[in-house]
């Protein structure tokens, strides 16, 4: 049935071009929304930028856990972190690893926060994006990876091999540190 539904009735489905196909279960399903990270949280971060007008081209975030002007915001499973093969949990627990390990060293350096530098992100997102031109996600089509410009932003290009050795050791230099402990400097989450 590909005619526009009209109503439900209770022997099945009314179609707007009079047709009454008969039914005993209706399955409701509206599709999802995968490239629209954090949706509906709203994140708030420095200057009070919005991280929906930060990612108005397509989410990124380095290694798919920080984003440049959002300190200590760390996500797991974000943009460019979905896997074609493999296991999702490998891919959190490298991000959980790393994240701990961004935390162990807010505490030795007696910071309050850390903030990816937006060049190390601009970097990064380049060379996720150049990999991902050798990808079938990338080729001339539709589909859920792919934002409504065609920017792939849900799948990892390499192998999860590949992923662990990004992840086993933060390089901080790619981040800021700051002693600044107000709540302006750090990123907001709200429902």
């Not at 920080?66 to 493999?86: A, C, D, I, R």
């Not at 190390?120 to 990999?131: A, D, K, P, R």
Request: net charge negative; with cysteine; charged share 25%.
């Amino acid at each position: 049935m590909t005619s526009p539904i009209e109503r439900f009735t209770e022997t099945g489905i009314l179609t707007k071009d009079g047709r009454c196909e008969p039914a005993d279960t209706i399955i409701f399903a509206t599709g999802f929304d995968s490239t629209h990270f954090l949706a509906p949280i709203e994140v708030t971060g420095r200057a009070d930028r919005r991280i929906e007008d930060a990612w108005k081209d397509g989410a990124e975030a380095y290694l798919g856990m920080t984003v440049p002007g959002f300190p200590n915001l760390f996500m797991l499973y974000g943009p460019n972190t979905n896997l074609g093969s493999n296991s999702i949990l490998f891919m959190i627990e490298c991000q959980v690893a790393y994240i701990l390990r961004c935390l162990e060293e807010l505490k030795s350096r007696g910071t309050s926060w850390l903030d990816v530098r937006s060049d190390s992100m601009e970097e990064y997102n380049n060379w996720v994006q150049e990999s991902m031109g050798e990808m079938v996600w990338a080729s001339d089509c539709q589909s859920w990876y792919k934002n409504e410009s065609g920017k792939v932003t849900n799948n990892w290009p390499r192998t999860t091999l590949r992923y662990w050795r990004k992840t086993a050791r933060p390089e901080f230099a790619h981040y800021e540190f700051s002693e600044a402990s107000s709540a302006r400097n750090t990123a907001n989450v709200s429902l």
